[in-house]
DNA sequence: GTATCTGCAAATTCTTTGCAATGTC
DNA sequence: GACATTGCAAAGAATTTGCAGATAC
């Protein structure tokens, strides 16, 4: 489902940088939003096909990064060999837990952000983003 | 500087997996300990061909990836197109705070090392690892 | 001596790019 | 109608792999 706004904020970030909203756009926007779990960009694609869309590898990878830049989309690096991405937009923000065998657990904990703030502060640093991820088995596995 | 004890945690491992005490093992060893900063494979590589070693990337690679299982290097992911490494041992263990310039800074928190078992805990799930890499930018640089 | 290693170059994997045809504004 | 966009296939970048000769144990 796309998230009510998110068509707005899309349309906003290509009016002010000069680019067009076309099908292929449009339809990438809304099966990022479709598809509630992290993601690579070859899955994206497969899914598109799948559902008949005629769109290329090359203009996924392309809108992605504009997606990316709007804000509406993350990019996340969990080591492995690709890049994964999860929507953003009605989202509050979260960080993740990766277990070893492959679960993904989302998490929020106010205390650690504030710690993350505090530190930087320190620093001299203005935190714009960040990125924390857990790795870990399930007490019960081992 | 081969910190004291890494050759022996290097050599108990290759033992224990049948593995090989080469020349250039020992090579890239030496030299993933000299350099007290974060590289990457081809980084050691032109180093390691600068001061006259005969070792082939396809080796560096390899012998990374032992040194990353035997626990004396981590592989870190700072969101460019390669991954970077830093020796383990004899440090503490501690998070990045990355400059939008590029610059690295290394901290520690033990309070927020305590949050994140806690977090873990909660979700059923033991910490083997974790990452966190805080962006942002220098407060008198905008 | 045998099994592991190494270097090489080719192969893979993920992602980006140049270009001619096409679609938006 | 101008300029951005698309798909394609080729290029790129980082990393991995197969193999034949070299080396550690």
């Known amino acids: 489902m796309l998230e009510p706004g998110a068509l707005e904020i899309f349309k906003a970030h290509l009016k002010k940088n000069n680019l067009k909203f076309t099908t292929e756009r449009f339809q990438i926007l809304e099966e990022v939003f479709e598809t509630h779990e992290h993601f690579e960009a070859d899955e994206l694609l497969d899914i598109l096909k799948d559902k008949g869309f005629r769109v290329s590898r090359a203009t996924v990878y392309r809108t992605l990064d504009v997606l990316v830049?709007?804000?509406?989309?993350?990019?996340?690096?969990?080591?492995?060999?690709?890049?994964?991405?999860?929507?953003?937009?009605?989202?509050?923000?979260?960080?993740?837990?990766?277990?070893?065998?492959?679960?993904?657990?989302?998490?929020?904990?106010?205390?650690?952000?504030?710690?993350?703030?505090?530190?930087?502060?320190?620093?001299?640093?203005?935190?714009?983003?960040?990125v924390m991820q857990l790795y870990g088995y399930k007490k019960d596995s081992k």
Do not use: M, P
């Open 69 to 130: 830049q709007c804000g509406l989309v993350n990019k996340l690096n969990f080591g492995g060999s690709s890049a994964k991405y999860e929507h953003v937009y009605g989202h509050t923000h979260h960080d993740h837990i990766i277990t070893d065998d492959g679960e993904i657990i989302e998490f929020y904990d106010e205390r650690i952000e504030e710690l993350q703030k505090e530190i930087a502060e320190k620093h001299g640093i203005v935190l714009t983003n960040h």
